[in-house]
């Protein structure tokens, strides 16, 4: 499989540490709102990765946070602590904010058809962890106490900037905007590793440290529930593209420093979602959840298809008219795949073809509207109808979009609505006619099919037997 690695900027053929097993981590949400349509967009393609690996037939153990701590309102330390003001907003404790949010968010991946990982690790387990890290880290000079705080001192780095040939000025986030520059840092781009003092609102959960009663950073927390369930490397780190500055360089940076030797090999990141203003995100206020999506009577689907038919590194623009064009897609594609009958023998060959197609989509850098193309290719092929269903089975362990579920629930509710209008009288004549035909007294079956006709019946003779329908 090849793959785009964020760290050398070129597609390269995937080879994990290890045959057995591919090590996946990837970065978990933030548990003080509902998760935005925008973040989903990042969990479906990270979703189709594992599955893709899966599917290619590799293991896969996967790893995920949940932030429940210590992530500022500003990726680089600054402003209110998010789970603070989730909690001030809903008139809660931060601890019953995260248990809710962590709910609604598995509740959302459900219906958006997200497996849940392997390990799904809230942060506030793990203080042990990053006391021990940063503890190795001030022991080896790459970090400093100042003003309370623990610091990275990202000059003690050959590269710090790994994810781009950007320099200091272009990613200045230490003095954005409106955010004061904190004066303990001894570079702009030091970050915080453990707090004991924010001139912000106290935090709500504190622990006990060298340092003093305090609580760690945002970024501390994915490198140190990284290590602990997957060991010193991983093959695959993933996250939204927001993540690669500083999120995942400031991983690097304590990990690798850390751990003395190289820690992840393949970066993914998924681009945004963006509305016709910019990013979606939280901070602009109104957002959409998959639970508005619904209550507009959108099926959760659709949006993963949605999502599917655009490359992972492409920005998608979200508007309601796209949404709806894929619902139609969506809709048609269900419709055609219940007019096939599960009967036939499947063609091994044909379906090998097809796989072919489904895998070199895959393959080249997880190209999911290619993949959709190949569900496509299926429904044309001039194959038995056993080959296409079970062709259109193997591509949805990858695709998940119920395909197979929802074509059984068309062709289940078009039964439904023949079933409904029986008539005893219309179905004493179809079975005449039947008869007559059998009888070869083709003249009275033609009477027959004229009679009803009149009376605005039609009769579709399926491999199943004579079906009618009024029109
Ligand atoms: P958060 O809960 O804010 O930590 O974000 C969870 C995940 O969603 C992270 O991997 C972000 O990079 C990602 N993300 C945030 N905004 C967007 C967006 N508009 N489109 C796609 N992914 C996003
Ligand atoms: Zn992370």
Redesign the pocket.
């Given at each position: 499989m090849y793959l785009y690695n964020s760290l050398s900027h070129k597609k390269e053929l995937f080879q994990p540490n290890s045959p057995d097993i591919v090590k996946m981590y990837t970065?978990?949400?933030?548990v003080y709102h509902y998760?935005?349509i925008?973040?989903l967009?990042?969990?479906i393609m990270e979703d189709v990765l594992e599955k893709s690996l899966r599917y290619l037939g590799y293991n896969v153990k996967r790893v995920m946070n949940i932030?429940d701590v210590g992530?500022l309102a500003s990726d680089a330390d600054t402003g209110e602590d998010k789970m603070l003001k989730g909690a001030k907003r809903e008139n809660k404790t931060v601890m019953e904010i995260a248990q809710y949010y962590t709910d609604a968010f598995f509740a959302d991946c459900d219906k958006l058809n997200i497996k849940k990982p392997d390990v799904v690790e809230p942060a506030t387990n793990c203080i042990d962890e990053y006391i021990h890290m940063v503890q190795t880290l001030l022991e080896k000079g790459n970090a400093y106490l100042a003003g309370g705080n623990v610091y990275f001192d990202t000059s003690t780095l050959e590269k710090y900037y790994v994810f781009n040939d950007h320099d200091e000025e272009d990613l200045n986030v230490g003095v954005r905007e409106g955010v004061e520059e904190d004066s303990n840092k001894r570079n702009k781009n030091d970050f915080v590793l453990w707090f004991t003092k924010s001139k912000f609102e106290d935090q709500a959960l504190k622990w006990d440290s060298p340092w003093g009663v305090g609580y760690p950073g945002w970024h501390i927390e994915c490198s140190c529930i990284s290590m602990k369930h997957l060991g010193e490397d991983i093959d695959i780190h993933a996250?939204?593209?927001?993540?690669a500055f500083p999120h995942h360089t400031n991983e690097i940076a304590q990990s690798e420093s850390f751990l003395g030797h190289k820690w992840c090999n393949y970066w993914f990141h998924?681009?945004?979602?963006?509305t016709d203003t910019g990013?979606?995100?939280?901070s602009k206020g109104e957002f959409l959840t998959v639970s508005l999506l619904e209550q507009k009577g959108y099926n959760p689907m659709a949006y993963r298809l949605f999502c599917l038919q655009s490359h992972y590194r492409r920005n998608l623009v979200f508007s309601w008219e796209n949404l709806d064009n894929a619902v139609v897609a969506y809709d048609k594609l269900v419709a055609k795949i219940a007019t096939l009958q599960d009967n036939g023998d499947v063609d091994a060959n044909v379906l090998q073809a097809l796989k072919e197609r489904f895998v070199n989509a895959l393959n080249g850098d997880l190209n999911t509207s290619l993949a959709i193309t190949a569900v496509y290719d299926v429904l044309k092929a001039k194959t038995t109808d056993a080959t296409k269903l079970a062709a259109i089975a193997d591509f949805d362990k990858v695709l998940s979009l119920d395909l197979l579920k929802a074509a059984n629930t068309v062709r289940k509710q078009q039964e439904q609505e023949t079933a409904a209008s029986a008539d005893p009288e219309i179905d004493a004549l179809v079975a005449a006619r039947t008869q007559a035909k059998k009888d070869k007294n083709y003249a009275e079956a033609d009477r027959i099919r004229d009679e009803l006709k009149s009376r605005g019946i039609e009769i579709i003779d399926t491999p199943q037997g004579t079906k009618w329908r009024k029109v």
């Open positions: 970065c978990g949400p933030t998760a935005h925008g973040n967009r990042t969990y932030t992530h996250g939204g593209i927001d993540n998924v681009h945004h979602l963006n990013k979606m995100s939280k």
